[in-house]
């Protein structure tokens, strides 16, 4: 049985940092491009970035490139995002999924960017 589990969100200030992880098993990692998703109240999600299955390459939204890194390790089935100079913009709930996108999502974790 798939199952994502996201973590790392938290509140910060503008221009802060976090690293967000997503722990992903019950399917074969190492086979799957890896997407982050972001979604705000009342909005579809959002994509943000994605990372090939060797982790070799990245593509970003234009609203997080130059912010934002995505990385996985395969050995431990982890998918990676860190975040530097957020804005109140980047407040969202956070998602991992595979691509193409798994049915089953995960809780997702908050970010919340406020002074």
């Known amino acids: 049985e798939l199952r994502l589990v996201e973590s790392g969100g938290d509140w910060v200030q503008p221009g802060g940092s976090l690293r967000l992880s997503c722990a992903a098993s019950?399917?074969?990692?190492?086979?799957?491009?890896m997407t982050w998703l972001r979604q705000t109240p009342g909005k579809g999600p959002e994509w943000v970035s994605t990372?090939?299955?060797?982790?070799?390459?990245?593509v970003y939204a234009d609203a997080v490139k130059g912010r934002f890194t995505i990385s996985r390790d395969n050995a431990k089935n982890t998918l990676d995002l860190q975040m530097n100079n957020l804005k109140p913009e980047d407040t969202a709930v956070y998602y991992c999924?595979?691509?193409?996108?798994?049915?089953?999502w995960g809780q997702g974790t908050q970010v919340t960017v406020s002074s």
């Open positions: 999924n595979k691509v193409p996108l798994s049915p089953v």
């Open positions: 990372i090939d299955s060797r982790g070799e390459k990245t």
């Open positions: 019950g399917f074969d990692f190492t086979d799957y491009h």
